[in-house]
C-alpha cells in the first residue's frame, strides 16, 4: 500500500494565490526529494531535504522538512500559469524510492 | 549530453500478448528503475536494475520482468498482459542505486494501451 500520503489531491487557486502541499510518511526517512510533472510530461526533479528541520528556497517554492523527518511541504508563493502541474513527494524506504499520490495544481489566470 | 530515453513512445497492445519496452539511462549513469504510473496516480515502483541485476522489486507480479545490459541500457517486458497494465511506464536512471540519496532522472515514458 501507499506507504508516503500527500494532501491534498488537488487544488485550484487564482493567479497569485498562495499553494501548499503536505507530505507524510508512517516512518522516518532518510531523506525527501519533490518533484514536479507538467501535463502530459514526467516527473523531474525538483529538491532534496537530508536535515531535521531543514528549509530550502528556490525563487517562489520553499520546501520543508518536519523535526521528526516524517513530514515534508511545499508551498509556493504568488503562483504563476507556468506552477501549473502536479507535485510529487518520494522518500526512500527500502532501498526503493517511494512517490507520494502527488497533488495537481491548476492555476486559473 | 543525452538524458533518459525511452522507447516507443506509444503502444497498443491487446489483452493476452507480451510487450517490451527499452530504456538508455543518462550518459554516465548504471542505475535504472521502472515505474508504472496510472492516470492521475503517483509513480508506482516496480524494479531497479543495478550491474546487471534486479535489485529492488516493488508489488508486481512475476509477469513483469525486466534486463540490463552491460552498457546499462534496460528492458521491461510484461508478458499476459492486462487491461490494468494500461498506464504510462517511465524509466528512470540515477548515478548509483535511489533508495539512499540519489535523485532520479525520468525518460519521457511509454505510453502503453490494452484493448
Known amino acids: 500500500g501507499q506507504q508516503v500520503m500527500q494532501i491534498p489531491q488537488y487544488q485550484h487557486v487564482q493567479e497569485g494565490e498562495d499553494f501548499t502541499t503536505y507530505c507524510n510518511s508512517s516512518?522516518?526517512?532518510?531523506?525527501i526529494q519533490w518533484y514536479k510533472q507538467r501535463p502530459g510530461g514526467h516527473p523531474v526533479f525538483l529538491i532534496q531535504?537530508?536535515?531535521?528541520?531543514e528549509v530550502k528556497k528556490q525563487k517562489r517554492l520553499t520546501f520543508q522538512f518536519g523535526e521528526a523527518k516524517k513530514n515534508s511541504s511545499l508551498h509556493i508563493t504568488a503562483t504563476q500559469t507556468t506552477d501549473v502541474g502536479t507535485y510529487f513527494c518520494?522518500?526512500?524506504?527500502?532501498?526503493?524510492?517511494?512517490f507520494g499520490q502527488g497533488t495537481e495544481l491548476s492555476v486559473k489566470p | 549530453d543525452a538524458g533518459v530515453t525511452q522507447s516507443p513512445t506509444h503502444l497498443i497492445k491487446t489483452r493476452g500478448q507480451q510487450v517490451t519496452l527499452r530504456c538508455s539511462p543518462k550518459?554516465?549513469?548504471?542505475?535504472v528503475s521502472w515505474y508504472q504510473q496510472a492516470l492521475g496516480q503517483g509513480p508506482q515502483f516496480i524494479f531497479q536494475?543495478?550491474?546487471?541485476?534486479?535489485?529492488q522489486r516493488g508489488n508486481f507480479p512475476d509477469r513483469f520482468s525486466g534486463h540490463q545490459f552491460p552498457n546499462y541500457s534496460s528492458e521491461l517486458n510484461v508478458n499476459a498482459l492486462l487491461l490494468g497494465d494500461s498506464a504510462l511506464y517511465l524509466c528512470?536512471?540515477?548515478?548509483?542505486?535511489?533508495?539512499?540519496?540519489?535523485?532520479?532522472?525520468f525518460g519521457s515514458g511509454t505510453q502503453l494501451s490494452v484493448l
Open positions: 528512470a536512471s540515477s548515478l548509483r542505486p535511489a533508495g539512499t540519496n540519489e535523485k532520479l532522472f
Open positions: 516512518t522516518t526517512l532518510s531523506n
Open positions: 531535504l537530508v536535515k531535521s528541520g
Open positions: 518520494a522518500g526512500p524506504k527500502g532501498g526503493k524510492l517511494i
Open positions: 550518459s554516465g549513469h548504471d542505475t
Open positions: 536494475y543495478y550491474e546487471e541485476e534486479e535489485r
